[in-house]
């Protein structure tokens, strides 16, 4: 499990970063050649965590998911490591950094179009209360948790949200809002932009990890409208409404889950309804509203190793989503279904081709 002590470790002794090792390790540049050097193996959504100095030496390595006493003498240990290294590998600056050449075209490449128009979403695991309410997901919920080294259970009662980046390309979101609008007009979504947020976000598996594109044969049905719904000399306002069935249906999911067997086993269901409010400033020529809402009801077994978040019948998934400047470093984080397995993936821009 882990703990705030362990999180306060890292913050106070270490430098963090966060690596997508389905991108890292496949890396054709000084950055991929430091990691494979260093003889890691860094997975996509493995949960390893890898200690190394400036200089690539490895330090050691402990699992989130692991026990907590275990994890802690992981900690001491690799922090014993460190303190006996020569200060010529300790001390600020002992390491020169030298420029390493051109950065990889795969690397570029993932970079936001220009001018685009990035939605930062979150993917909730969720609970219907016997009077209809929501909750949040506790492990509580799902019968398939049983022992401490169970999948995910260091999440303990605490669900997080799982965050993402949508991109919408600037000749896409002009045709959002078409010329001369009045209220009440009413129009599909785009459907590059409609398929792409169906195929690469509303979908289950973001709410457990990473996950790639569905295929078109995955959406059984999707019906995204915008419509207007007030017009003045400085603003349009729009509503966006609309619905998704993806992946199997009830039916076929429950026939699967009644064979008993989950493991190696992927018979899934998404049903999302999707509500979203924008504002487009007419002067500005920009969204200064994106927000959009995605709940629904997901049903069957999970894919690979998130079978032990099996939940029987029904239960609530919500997705959001809201626009972001695009200036901050965060802010142009790639989406996962961008870069997951095929980096970069042309699959995403190429949706609803």
Sequence with gaps: ?????????????????????????????????????????????????????????????????????????DLQGILKKWQALPNDERMPGAVKINAAGPVAANVTSIAPPTNALILRTYHRLLTREENGSLRMARRSDYPALKEPEDWLTHYGERWEAQPDFMRIKEAEWQTIVRPDPHPGD?????????????????????????????????????????????VSAEVVQLRLEGSAALGADFATADQE???????????????????????????????????????????????????????????????????????????RVPPRASVVYDTPNPAYFATGK
């Design 257 to 331: 889950d009644r064979k008993g067997k989950r493991e190696g086993r992927s018979v899934q269901g998404f049903e999302p309804r999707v509500l979203g409010y924008l504002t487009w400033n007419r002067k500005a020529n920009s969204f200064t509203r994106f927000d959009i809402i995605a709940l629904g009801d997901a049903y069957g077994t999970p894919w690979g190793d998130h079978h032990f978040n099996y939940r029987p019948g029904r239960y609530p998934v919500g997705i959001s989503m809201e626009i972001v400047s695009g200036k901050a470093p965060a802010d």
């Design 1 to 73: 499990m882990w703990t705030d002590e362990m999180t306060k470790i890292i913050k106070e002794q270490f430098v963090a970063v966060a690596v997508s090792g389905h991108v890292a390790m496949n890396r054709k540049d000084a950055e991929g050649d430091f990691l494979r050097e260093t003889g890691i193996k860094l997975a996509g959504a493995g949960g390893n965590l890898e200690c190394l100095t400036a200089s690539g030496i490895r330090l050691g390595a402990f699992y989130a998911a692991g026990g907590t006493e275990h994890n802690r003498r």
């Design 186 to 230: 009413s129009y599909p979504l785009l459907e590059a932009v409609a398929d792409r947020m169906t195929r690469a976000h509303l979908i289950l598996g973001m709410a457990y990890g990473e996950c790639g594109i569905c295929g078109k044969d995955a959406v059984r049905s999707r019906s995204l409208t915008l419509t207007v719904t007030d």
